[in-house]
T-cell receptor, first 114, second 110 residues
Framework: ETGVTQTPRHLVMGMTNKKSLKCEQH?????MYWYKQSAKKPLELMFV???????ENNSVPSRFSPECPNSSHLFLHLHTLQPEDSALYLC?????????????FGPGTRLTVL | QKEVEQNSGPLSVPEGAIASLNCTYS??????FFWYRQYSGKSPELIMS????GDKEDGRFTAQLNKASQYVSLLIRDSQPSDSATYLC??????????FGTGTSLTVIP
């Protein structure tokens, strides 16, 4: 595997379910990100991890819970979601998490909340 | 006020023409500027980055930055049908501040 991978690619869940999104980067990067992409809206940065420490949490509801066990893996745990949480969730990584870094995106998980 | 503003388009240009994509940003403290391309159903990929005022050229692509006017643009010369995509402008600054625009949809007509 190369680049940034995400699983699953598609997920349908009910509002009472608990699920997790997984991201893995094979680039040797030290920073990882979760973004939400909704139709007609800009990418919204949700969480930033640098060297496995969370450095940013942009007022994301607590029903989204990130986990970064090491610099190559990032999870987004989901529970009690709302229909408005349906979106494309993109994971990205960058070398150091600096503002000058290029971010490399995974293919995304298309989430539908019923 | 939005952090990053782009004309959503759609922008249509004939094959071989120059496509001009524009982006404005609200925070004068913004430091780094990126153009990403996103094909339908795919994830964003970097086209160009620019950090200082002026022009930066890479093949058929030229990024232009004017910090006084808070304006960044992307020119695509000799546009090809394969350039048809949504182009996202991203603006970043220290403190993990990363902002994207809504994107401009470009269609290159053969």
């Amino acid at each position: 595997e190369t680049g940034v991978t995400q699983t699953p690619r598609h997920l349908v869940m009910g509002m009472t379910n608990k699920k997790s999104l997984k991201c893995e980067q094979h680039l040797g990067h030290n920073a990882m990100y979760w973004y939400k992409q909704s139709a007609k809206k800009p990418l919204e940065l949700m969480f930033v991890y640098s060297l496995e420490e969370r450095v940013e949490n942009n007022s994301v509801p607590s029903r989204f819970s990130p986990e970064c066990p090491n610099s190559s893996h990032l999870f987004l745990h989901l529970h009690t979601l709302q229909p408005e949480d349906s979106a494309l969730y993109l994971c990205a990584s960058s070398q150091e998490g600096l503002h000058t870094d290029t971010q490399y995106f995974g293919p995304g998980t298309r989430l539908t909340v019923l | 006020q939005k952090e990053v503003e782009q004309n959503s388009g759609p922008l249509s240009v004939p094959e071989g023409a120059i496509a001009s994509l524009n982006c404005t940003y609200s925070d004068r403290g913004s430091q780094s500027f990126f153009w990403y391309r996103q094909y339908s159903g795919k994830s964003p990929e970097l086209i160009m980055s620019i950090y200082s005022n002026g022009d930066k050229e890479d093949g058929r692509f030229t990024a232009q930055l004017n910090k006084a006017s808070q304006y960044v643009s992307l020119l695509i010369r000799d546009s090809q049908p394969s350039d048809s995509a949504t182009y996202l402008c991203a603006v970043t600054r220290t403190g993990n501040q990363f902002y994207f625009g809504t994107g401009t949809s470009l269609t290159v007509i053969p």
